[in-house]
């Protein structure tokens, strides 16, 4: 029983089991013209990457010969001297695990190529000649190589073996289908259409370039502008090597930059000019590549369009015995907050950006709807909060006074003293038209119509109790509105939608016009603590301004420092909310985090488990917003999987019929929204087994 736990323990926190691939680039000293040399230190750099765990290891151009040899490319000798070295690579790869992508000069049918060879379990699996060959300035590799399409040969034989030969090839991991990689060559991907456009359209995942790449000022900067935009414009990762060490300084010098990104995102980068051999490493999620293929339907449209190119490639399968039974941690950085950036000066970026765009939205709103006042709940919460500030800045923008937003406060039999003293407080530093409704003499008309035992004086809060003062709250603003000549905005936020924590049809549900409706709790938070640290409540440069600016931060400072409740049961006398949110959904930070990856790339709760223990489990894993924000939680495997299953079960199986009507709302980010006319369209009577089915497939714990 002990191993068979072991194992199930071993394979979940393998990162091969989660479809992701830890890639290579190496880039060893070399001595020109000397392919001995460099063969060993070509596979020394080669045992480094199969230690680590990696399934493919790309090297530089030309690097078994160097790539400054010139003339010295027609020589026998070293031409010779370089298949030797192969033969030595070869014969070591049957010792290691991951793929090699070797450069070096190649013979076929009288003429001289300029070549990648992929090798791997003691085999050679292919060779890719490159097809453009510069012929400007420093470069002058026309006069020594040709061009890859100078043959018609499909197939050539190397060291004994019958060989792949092209520059049309696509290779694939036998047991990791989505690891399907294509290689290219230095200047390939510099021209307007490289050819890993089209091996990308013909299912590669990974782009491989084995470069030389002499360095010059600014060019590490270019370099890392086009491996992002290739990668990005092919949904693929891209692996971009250079010469280092070791070659000609005759008229040129090298820095040994290598880049692996991922869809645009950067992922890892060597140091430059350094005087060794080195390597980086980064693990590739080869399922989220995958999915945005299949979600991005133009990516298919392409392929129709390119059909005949893609027709072009061939697939060639090969065994990689990657290490799939032992723990295998994944090294990437996953945030432990995915909708909020790590680096405090990006993170004040994405909340600047989705405040605006949150305004924008709003003022457009009112400007086509000839409506020039809002009506809006405020609790002393977060959400009615950040709703509110968005009024602000709104008819700030608008030019129309702030009494334009028709506040309402409206306590009911658990309103807490503070969130009371905290929606007066900030409707007066917003300067809004505020009021205060008691709406206890309604509700309790209403249990009484209803014949609830409360009206009676028994404590029975029950679903009913709730709801009341949930739904009498939100009637009273349709109605406020309509009398108004005004629009009711709405305050609920993605999170809680994503949850179904909201009562069907009321404020938190229902309005006019919801502001909050795709931002996620998380985001919520730092976009209100973002205001308050800028001022932006305020106005205006005279003392009165700065002071009421002053007093708005210090209460929005407070509202997010009190307790996530929807006050709907009276507590016990201490003035403490009897609810608490998180007590029954879990905590906000840990299922924002599972939204995330469900909704933006669908994955299965037992890739999402991991992703979250990966993020979650050290105390000093992962990266915070800030220092100053930083907080101490951490989550174990067991934790995980109780509030994945809460996610699980909420989002799949109870709450869709809510989302299914939910009014209109700006998407603010790339991580989506539940807007049925947007990115979640599903039914409402749906049901959850399937993934918590995966749900089940993770062991119960991790010993630490």
């Avoid at 293929?293 to 490639?313: I, L, N, P, Y």
């Avoid at 680096?343 to 004040?348: E, N």
């Avoid at 970026?349 to 949150?358: M, P």
């Avoid at 209403?446 to 709730?466: I, N, Q, R």
């Amino acid at each position: 029983m002990h191993k068979v736990a072991a194992d199930m323990t071993n394979r979940f926190l393998n990162l091969y089991n989660h479809d992701y691939a830890r890639v290579a680039v190496g880039v060893p000293q070399c001595r020109v013209a000397d392919p001995a040399y460099n063969a060993q230190q070509t596979i020394a750099v080669a045992r480094q990457a199969a230690k680590a765990g990696a399934a493919l290891v790309a090297f530089p151009e030309l690097g078994l010969s160097a790539y400054t040899c010139e003339d010295l490319f027609h020589q026998r000798a070293l031409l010779d001297a370089c298949e030797a070295a192969l033969a030595e690579v070869v014969a070591a790869s049957g010792k290691l695990a991951p793929a090699l992508i070797v450069g070096m000069p190649l013979r076929v049918d009288q003429r001289l190529f300029n070549c990648a060879v992929v090798v791997a379990g003691g085999r050679i699996h292919g060779v890719v000649p490159k097809s453009y060959l510069p012929n400007y300035s420093e470069f002058y590799e026309a006069r020594q190589f040709n061009a890859a399409d100078c043959t018609s040969v499909s197939e050539i034989t190397l060291l004994g073996q019958a060989v792949p030969f092209g520059s049309s090839l696509v290779f694939e991991a036998a047991d990791q289908p989505l690891l399907r990689f294509h290689v290219e060559i230095c200047e390939d991907v510099w021209v307007p259409i490289p050819p890993s456009s089209f091996a990308a359209l013909a299912g590669a995942t990974v782009l491989v370039n084995l470069s030389a790449s002499n360095v010059l000022v600014g060019k590490a900067a270019y370099r890392r502008q086009l491996v992002a935009q290739q990668s990005a414009r092919c949904l693929a990762a891209y692996l971009y090597s250079s010469a280092g060490q070791g070659e000609s300084s005759t008229d040129l010098a090298w820095d040994g930059q290598a880049l692996i990104y991922e869809n645009g995102d950067f992922l890892a980068e060597s140091e430059r000019f350094l005087d060794t051999s080195h390597i980086i490493f980064a693990d590739v999620d080869l399922e989220r590549l995958a999915h945005e293929r299949m979600h991005q339907t133009t990516f298919g449209q392409s392929v129709r369009r390119h059909a005949d190119e893609v027709a072009k490639f061939r697939v060639v399968r090969m065994e990689l015995p990657l290490p799939r039974d032992v723990a295998l941690p994944l090294e990437r950085a996953i945030e432990r907050f995915p909708y909020v950036p790590a680096d405090p000066a990006r993170r004040d970026e994405r909340c600047h950006e989705v405040y605006n765009i949150q305004v924008q939205a709003l003022m457009q709103r009112l400007s086509s709807s000839h409506i020039k006042k809002v009506v809006i709940g405020v609790s002393g919460g977060l959400d009615s909060t950040h709703a509110l500030l968005v009024c602000a800045k709104a008819m700030d923008r608008l030019g129309l006074p702030r009494t334009n937003i028709l506040a309402y406060t409206m306590p009911g039999f658990a309103t807490s003293d503070r969130t009371l003293r905290q929606a007066r407080r900030l409707m007066e530093a917003v300067g809004c038209a505020a009021e205060e409704i008691d709406i206890r003499p309604s509700c309790m008309q209403m249990l009484k119509d209803l014949g609830h035992p409360y009206a009676s004086g028994e404590e029975v809060f029950d679903v009913t109790f709730e709801n009341v003062q949930a739904g009498e709250r939100t009637n009273h603003l349709f109605r406020l509105a309509n009398h108004k000549q005004a629009i009711v905005i709405g305050t609920g936020d993605l999170s809680e939608l994503a949850l179904g924590w909201c009562t069907y049809g009321v404020g938190d549900h229902m309005s006019h016009y919801n502001v909050n409706a795709s931002v996620p709790k998380t985001l919520i938070t730092h976009l209100v603590r973002w205001v308050a640290e800028t001022g932006q409540l305020g106005g205006g440069a005279e003392p009165p301004a700065k002071a009421k600016a002053a007093a708005g931060s210090n209460v929005l400072i407070d509202i997010l420092e009190t307790d996530i409740s929807p006050e709907l049961v009276p507590g016990k006398g201490n003035g403490a909310p009897e609810q608490k949110t998180e007590h029954f959904i879990g905590p906000y930070e840990l299922q924002d985090f599972n939204l995330y990856y469900t909704l933006r790339f669908g994955f299965a709760p037992s890739k999402v488990a991991f992703l979250a223990y990966t993020a979650w489990h050290d105390r000093d894993a992962g990266r915070w917003p800030d220092a100053a924000h930083a907080t101490c939680n951490q989550y174990d495997l067991p934790a995980i999987k109780k509030n994945l299953r809460i996610f699980l079960d909420r989002f799949f199986r109870t709450s869709q019929f809510k989302r299914s009507c939910v009014p209109n709302a700006p998407k603010v980010g790339t991580g989506g929204s539940l807007s049925p006319r947007g990115d979640w369209r599903a039914p409402s009577d749906g049901e959850a087994a399937v993934w918590l089915a995966r749900l089940d497939t993770i062991p119960d714990d991790v010993n630490a």
